[in-house]
């Protein structure tokens, strides 16, 4: 992300966020007239943060360039953002305010062999991704469950998956609000690492390639997504309801461990216990025909 993209990222947020705010949830009068504007006007906002009209103007024009951390909380709390959204914020004014000595090291591509070894002992499917949604190892169990991903044409990428690969809708049953939770992680991912070209790469092969992802885009949500809930149609076991935890890993800035499991005694336990031995039988050698 250059100066100018990230100037207009920031603008487009405060605009965006601003605009979904009415006087009378924020506890303004309104008075008779026509409004031109569908949420709070500039004067309005820069009131509730306490700013002059002048500096929020500043802010709004994307100059987040020295801006104090109370002044982000007071725009954070006036702009009532949530907390991936106040997160996104203060990535931005980090950024702004970064130089390129300052810059981190590139996110590894690759986990170390003791990552694995732990895979390896789990029992549940596990992967390690990075923030990227590049899957870059699982277990057994996890290889299986994610098996139409890792055998895209697209590569082993899930945002490239869900909106390249036309089995992508197939296998996410609620595939609208998956696309949306894998933009909404680029658009985070974006300004926590904004030096990251493979990340810029990701974005622009995918708003050239997808009228769905450049339409998500626009909207500039963002969002956390550490644990929940997935739901996925898989060629081999069918319907799955998993619950998913994301842990990073401490050692390696930018990776993260997922785990998925399954209610106790639920048809999704049955189905992974069966998706497991399937995946065994798939790893052994064809038998030798030869006489």
């Given at each position: 992300?250059d100066?100018?993209?990230?100037?207009?990222?920031?603008?487009?947020?405060?605009?965006?966020?601003r605009?979904?705010?009415?006087?009378a949830?924020?506890?303004?009068?309104v008075y008779?007239?026509?409004?031109r504007?569908?949420?709070?006007?500039?004067?309005e906002l820069?009131m509730l943060?306490g700013?002059s009209?002048?500096?929020?103007?500043?802010?709004?024009r994307?100059?987040?360039?020295?801006?104090?951390?109370?002044?982000l909380e007071?725009?954070a709390?006036a702009?009532?953002?949530?907390e991936?959204?106040?997160g996104?914020?203060?990535?931005l004014?980090?950024?702004?305010?970064?130089s390129?000595?300052?810059?981190?090291?590139a996110?590894?591509q690759?986990?170390?062999?003791?990552?694995q070894?732990?895979?390896?002992?789990?029992?549940?499917?596990?992967l390690v991704?990075?923030?990227?949604?590049?899957?870059?190892a699982?277990?057994?169990?996890?290889?299986?469950?994610?098996a139409?991903l890792?055998?895209s044409?697209?590569?082993?990428n899930?945002?490239?998956?869900?909106?390249?690969?036309?089995r992508?809708?197939e296998?996410?049953?609620?595939?609208?609000?998956?696309?949306?939770?894998?933009?909404?992680?680029?658009?985070?991912?974006s300004?926590?690492t904004p030096?990251?070209?493979?990340?810029?790469?990701?974005i622009?092969e995918?708003s050239?390639?997808?009228?769905?992802?450049?339409t998500?885009?626009?909207?500039?949500?963002?969002?956390?997504h550490?644990t929940?809930t997935?739901?996925?149609?898989?060629?081999?076991?069918?319907d799955?309801?998993?619950?998913f935890?994301t842990?990073?890993?401490?050692?390696?800035?930018?990776?993260?461990?997922?785990?998925?499991t399954?209610?106790?005694?639920?048809?999704?336990?049955?189905?992974?216990?069966?998706l497991?031995?399937?995946?065994?039988?798939?790893?052994?050698p064809?038998?030798?025909?030869?006489?």
């Amino acid at each position: 992300m250059d100066a100018d993209q990230l100037r207009a990222e920031v603008r487009d947020l405060l605009l965006t966020r601003r605009g979904r705010i009415t006087p009378a949830e924020a506890g303004l009068p309104v008075y008779g007239g026509l409004r031109r504007v569908s949420g709070l006007r500039r004067e309005e906002l820069a009131m509730l943060a306490g700013l002059s009209v002048e500096y929020y103007s500043r802010l709004e024009r994307g100059n987040l360039r020295g801006v104090s951390d109370s002044v982000l909380e007071a725009l954070a709390r006036a702009l009532r953002l949530s907390e991936a959204e106040r997160g996104h914020l203060y990535d931005l004014a980090r950024a702004a305010n970064a130089s390129a000595g300052g810059r981190r090291a590139a996110v590894p591509q690759q986990v170390r062999p003791g990552v694995q070894r732990i895979l390896d002992a789990m029992t549940a499917p596990a992967l390690v991704s990075n923030a990227r949604m590049d899957y870059l190892a699982a277990n057994r169990a996890g290889r299986a469950l994610y098996a139409p991903l890792f055998d895209s044409p697209v590569g082993v990428n899930a945002a490239r998956f869900l909106l390249l690969d036309p089995r992508g809708a197939e296998f996410y049953p609620d595939w609208d609000s998956a696309v949306d939770d894998v933009v909404a992680l680029l658009r985070t991912q974006s300004a926590r690492t904004p030096w990251d070209k493979v990340v810029t790469d990701l974005i622009g092969e995918l708003s050239a390639r997808s009228e769905t992802f450049r339409t998500r885009w626009a909207r500039h949500d963002v969002r956390l997504h550490l644990t929940g809930t997935k739901r996925l149609r898989h060629p081999v076991v069918g319907d799955l309801d998993l619950r998913f935890e994301t842990m990073e890993l401490p050692a390696d800035p930018g990776l993260a461990l997922l785990v998925y499991t399954a209610e106790p005694a639920s048809a999704t336990e049955q189905a992974l216990t069966f998706l497991t031995s399937w995946a065994a039988t798939q790893d052994q050698p064809a038998p030798d025909r030869a006489r």
